[in-house]
Every structure is written in C-alpha cells, then in structure tokens.
Nanobody
Framework: QLQASGGGLVQAGGSLRLSCALS????????LGWFRQAPQKEREFVAA????????LYATSVKGRFTLSRDNDKNTIYLQMDSLKPQDTAVYYC??????????????????WGQGTLVTVSS
C-alpha cells in the first residue's frame, strides 16, 4: 500500500514536499517513482529512483527544480518541488515496482500506485 501526502496550493516560485509511504512490503527492494496527471492530459513521468539507489531519473520539465529522495528507515520517498510553475499543477501519484530498473518513465511498468495528491500552483 502506498500513501501519498503533502499536496496543496502554492504560489508560483514556491515549494512543496510530497511524501509517499510504502507499507506491507520490503521497502529496500522497491524502486519508487512519481507521476502526475493534469486535467485533460495523460499521466506523465516526473521522477524515479531505483531500489538500489544507482539511478535517479527526472523528467526534463522538472530537472533542476525537483529532488527525489528516499528514507529506507521510514519506508518513505520524498519529492521536494522548488521553483514551482503553474504548469506543475496536477494530481501527483507515487508508484512502486520491485527491483525495477528499466523503462522507469513508462507508467504501465509500475504495478503499485498511491491514491494521488493534488498540487495547485497559482500564477
């Protein structure tokens, strides 16, 4: 089970930190990622970190502004979002995949999903 939190309303240029806790699984064996879906748009990849920590991947649109990190002791992954833009407005979903290392940007490759948390960036 994945539980996402931390969404909210923020002005452009502001920051938010999303959290996603994984329960019921061996956290250290799971690759974890974030996707987002804006109104009337398809779900898109945001960032992912492989289970072994060797790969952290970001979408071009968020690179340099978003930072993904994980705390294996707390079974939680974080997405620090800085310099937010109105186009970052979306429902953000965390996803999990055991031992996943390839095709990280493809949502169809992630079997476990959280419930989503809404991020709204006002201009």
């Amino acid at each position: 089970q994945l539980q996402a939190s931390g969404g909210g309303l923020v002005q452009a240029g502001g920051s938010l930190r999303l959290s996603c806790a994984l329960s019921g699984h061996m956290f250290s064996t799971y690759s974890l990622g974030w996707f987002r879906q804006a109104p009337q748009k398809e779900r898109e990849f945001v960032a992912a970190n492989t289970w072994d920590g060797r790969i952290t991947l970001y979408a071009t649109s968020v690179k340099g502004r978003f930072t993904l990190s994980r705390d294996n002791d707390k079974n939680t992954i974080y997405l620090q979002m800085d310099s937010l833009k109105p186009q970052d407005t979306a429902v953000y979903y965390c996803a999990a995949r055991q031992y996943g290392t390839t095709s990280l940007g493809e949502s169809s490759r992630w079997p476990y999903w959280g419930q989503g948390t809404l991020v709204t960036v006002s201009s």
